[in-house]
Nanobody
Framework: QVQAVESGGGLVQAGGSLRLSCVASESIASRRVMGWYRQSPRTGKQRELVAGFTDDGSTEYADSVKGRFTISRDNAKNTLYLQMSSLKAEDTAVYYC??????WGQGTQVVVFS
């Protein structure tokens, strides 16, 4: 099963940007469903979908990030990206990526301060 390794998190001021990367342990060229999730210890919410590619190749986003986050993929690099802009304090969370049928990675922490 494909493994995921996330990176790119960090500490950023509100209004700033970050780009997260997720490298898969095998080719993703033939994979359709994959996405970014996040979990905030502050809110205690369950892991939620932030952005993803659906089975028909389209993208979907949580309402809270629409217009601010963009998901993309580079099949040649086996990498999934999440470009995050206009970050808000409520975006603070550990971000994970998942390739359908694969394993969760360790996540990458994003902290947005004001």
């Amino acid at each position: 099963q494909v493994q995921a390794v996330e990176s790119g998190g960090g500490l950023v001021q509100a209004g700033g940007s970050l780009r997260l990367s997720c490298v898969a342990s095998e080719s993703i060229a033939s994979r359709r469903v994959m996405g970014w999730y996040r979990q905030s210890p502050r809110t205690g919410k369950q892991r939620e979908l932030v952005a993803g590619f659906t089975d028909d190749g389209s993208t979907e986003y949580a309402d809270s990030v629409k217009g601010r986050f963009t998901i993309s993929r580079d099949n040649a690099k086996n990498t999934l990206y999440l470009q995050m802009s206009s970050l808000k304090a409520e975006d603070t969370a550990v971000y994970y990526c998942l390739f359908l049928g694969g394993h969760w990675g360790q996540g990458t922490q994003v902290v947005v301060f004001s």
